[in-house]
Each structure stands twice: as structure tokens, then as C-alpha cells.
């Protein structure tokens, strides 16, 4: 007979518990960096976009400039979790690369009445990363932001027209020298983007388009749609910022806009940059502008917009028309 001491115990198979092990983006980050004068001793994101992340970094020592924060920007081609979606990467070489190009230009920094604008420098680009290195411009956040909480109550008209017409004044100094003065390198690389990024967007957008036709049905917007497809506005003859709206412009020192004290804005987020007809970038910020107008009652949006009309070059009938077909195109894609 068996005893319980002399049964012997059926084993069960051991239990391997597989732990998941979700790579640490932030640490991947770190780790990238380590070996560049921008090694950073921690980084904390401050925006997650859909495909790129972007941080803020918290450098191991100060760079010569007196700086001791950058910002790191990753991009990725494909999501797991979208795998039906691809975002090219040409977006990050062409984002680098005008930054760079654009250093030694009239529109790197414009001075208009108490107001600066600028185009935050590129440190560092890592190809093999997709990761950008720039200057580290405000902690303030966006022009977005400034405008839509509470902004009405804060600044007289006067400043916000002068806000326009500072960012008037910048983008028509940066058209100018997009049609003119750009050397053939910068201009490929753009191009690039026109048939990458800037297609995969297009493409997101028609199919936006193409939705909203089947919920509502109509036969009008079907024929609208149609024809976004078919054509494209005006002439590839200028490179343009290609998302120019107020969530990619920063500010600093809001607080003291009021005051005759310097405030400084930036244009980032240059990704969409592709060659383009010169009036999108006026409808994107336009269109911007006046939905602030209808969805915050923002009287201020509605100054800036009086403010940016008037210090942009006058347009003929024909570049007049191809903006206001274009801020009614951008209506359709706002919550995008
Ligand atoms: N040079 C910069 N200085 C300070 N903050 C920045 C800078 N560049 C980007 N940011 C911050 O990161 C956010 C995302 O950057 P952005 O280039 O617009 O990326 P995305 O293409 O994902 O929108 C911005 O809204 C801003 O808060
Ligand atoms: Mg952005």
C-alpha cells in the first residue's frame, strides 16, 4: 500500500509566466541620445501625435548656448494597432531639412512692432533614429491654447491685429523666398514629401470626405468631393509650410503681450512641408482662425484674422478664390 509519504506527487508542468515586455519608449530615447552632446538625464513627453512623440529633455550638461532643456522629436512610419495606416517618413528628413535651410534666411527670425517670430533651430537630426533635436522654444504652449482659454479677456484687439500682422509679415517673407531662393537639394527633399507624407495625407483626407458623403448622403457633397479628388489647387511652385495653423505656432510671454514687452512666437511642426500652392498655407490659418471665431465666440481670432489679411501681399482675383475654396475645404477635415 501506498502511504501519503510514499505516493509520489504528480508533478504538474511548471507554469511559465511570459512577461510582456513592452519596450520603454522614453528609455529608448535616452538611449539614443547618449552619445551626442544632447544625452539628456531624463525626458518627459509633451505630446503624443499619432505616430511621433514628442519630449522634452532634460540635458546631462548645458549646451554652450546656456540651454539645458531640447526637444526630441520621434517619428515612426506604422502603428501595430493601425496597421492599415502609413505615415511616410519622408516627413522627418524634409521637417530637418528646411529647418536647416530656412537658418540663414529673412524668415529665421521677422520683427514686427513688439512681436518676434522665429523658426526654432534644428541641433540635430539621427536618420537612422527618425529622431529631431531642436531648440527647446517655450514651456507657454501654443497659439491655439492662448486663444482658446481665455484669451478674449486678456489682450486688447490692437495686440491681436499686431499678432496678425506679425504672422502675415513672417509668411509672406518665407513665400517670397520659397519661390525664389531655394537651392535644388532643400527642393527635392521637399518634393519628396509631396509624393510621401504629404500624399498619405491627402489620401486620409479624401477618405475623410468620402465618409462624411456616405453618412449624410448627399448627392452635393458627393460632387464636392469628386472634385477634391480629381484636382489640386493652383501650382506646385512655392514650398509651404503645409499645416500652418495655430496649434503649430508657440508663444512666449503671453503674459506681457499687452505690455509693449517683447513677445516671441515660433512656427514649428514642419513635417507637412511639401511644394504647394501659396495660398494654403493662407486658408489653413484662416479657416484656423475663423473656427475659433465660431466655436470659442473668439473675438480676438477674429482681430488676427483683420491683422494677417492686411500684412500678407494683396492676392488677385484668381489667388483670392483658390483661398476661400480652400478655407471651405479645411472646414471638412477640422476635427482631423
Ligand atoms: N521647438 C519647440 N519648443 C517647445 N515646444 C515644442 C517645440 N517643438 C514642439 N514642441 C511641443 O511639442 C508639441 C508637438 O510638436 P509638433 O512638432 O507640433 O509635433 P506633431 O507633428 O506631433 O504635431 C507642440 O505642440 C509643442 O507643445
Ligand atoms: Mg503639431
Not at 153 to 173: D, F, H, Y
Not at 257 to 278: F, H, P, Q, R
Not at 306 to 332: H, W
Request: proline content about 3%; some cysteine; hydrophobic content about 35%.
Amino acid at each position: 500500500m501506498h502511504t501519503a509519504d510514499t505516493v509520489e506527487a504528480v508533478k504538474a508542468p511548471a507554469i511559465q509566466v511570459v512577461e510582456e515586455r513592452k519596450p520603454d519608449p522614453d528609455r529608448a530615447i535616452l538611449e539614443s541620445l547618449r552619445h551626442t552632446v544632447y544625452a539628456c538625464s531624463s525626458v518627459q513627453r509633451i505630446h503624443g501625435g499619432f505616430l511621433n512623440a514628442t519630449y522634452r529633455g532634460s540635458l546631462i550638461k548645458p549646451l554652450q548656448n546656456g540651454m539645458r532643456t531640447v526637444i526630441i522629436k520621434h517619428s515612426e512610419e506604422k502603428d501595430s494597432k493601425a496597421p492599415q495606416l502609413t505615415l511616410s517618413l519622408t516627413r522627418c528628413l524634409t521637417e530637418q531639412a528646411i529647418l536647416r535651410g530656412l537658418g540663414s534666411t529673412p524668415s529665421q527670425q521677422v520683427q514686427h512692432k513688439q512681436i518676434t517670430i522665429q523658426v526654432p533651430q534644428l541641433y540635430q537630426y539621427l536618420p537612422d533614429e527618425h529622431t529631431q533635436i531642436f531648440e527647446d522654444f517655450s514651456k507657454n504652449g501654443t497659439l491655439h491654447e492662448f486663444l482658446t482659454v481665455g484669451a478674449g479677456e486678456r489682450i486688447i484687439a490692437s495686440t491681436a491685429v499686431a499678432l496678425g500682422e506679425a504672422l502675415g509679415s513672417w509668411l509672406s517673407r518665407f513665400h517670397a523666398w520659397s519661390k525664389t531662393q531655394v537651392d535644388t537639394d532643400l527642393w527635392s527633399t521637399v518634393e519628396q514629401n509631396s509624393n510621401g507624407f504629404d500624399k498619405n495625407l491627402r489620401d486620409f483626407r479624401i477618405n475623410k470626405l468620402l465618409a462624411i458623403q456616405a453618412q449624410c448622403k448627399s448627392e452635393q457633397l458627393g460632387h464636392y468631393a469628386a472634385l477634391m479628388h480629381s484636382r489640386e489647387f493652383g501650382r506646385k511652385d512655392t514650398i509651404v509650410h503645409g499645416d500652418f495653423s495655430t496649434r503649430n505656432i508657440l508663444i512666449q510671454n503671453p503674459s506681457s503681450i499687452d505690455k509693449e514687452k517683447n513677445t516671441s512666437l515660433a512656427v514649428i511642426d514642419w513635417e507637412a512641408c511639401c511644394l504647394g500652392d501659396y495660398t494654403r498655407d493662407l486658408a489653413e490659418i484662416v479657416a484656423d482662425l475663423y473656427m475659433q471665431t465660431i466655436l470659442y465666440g473668439s473675438q480676438i481670432a477674429h482681430s488676427l484674422i483683420q491683422g494677417f489679411i492686411s500684412a500678407y501681399p494683396p492676392l488677385d482675383e484668381e489667388a483670392a478664390y483658390r483661398t476661400v475654396a480652400q478655407i471651405g475645404e479645411n472646414f471638412f477635415y477640422w476635427n482631423t
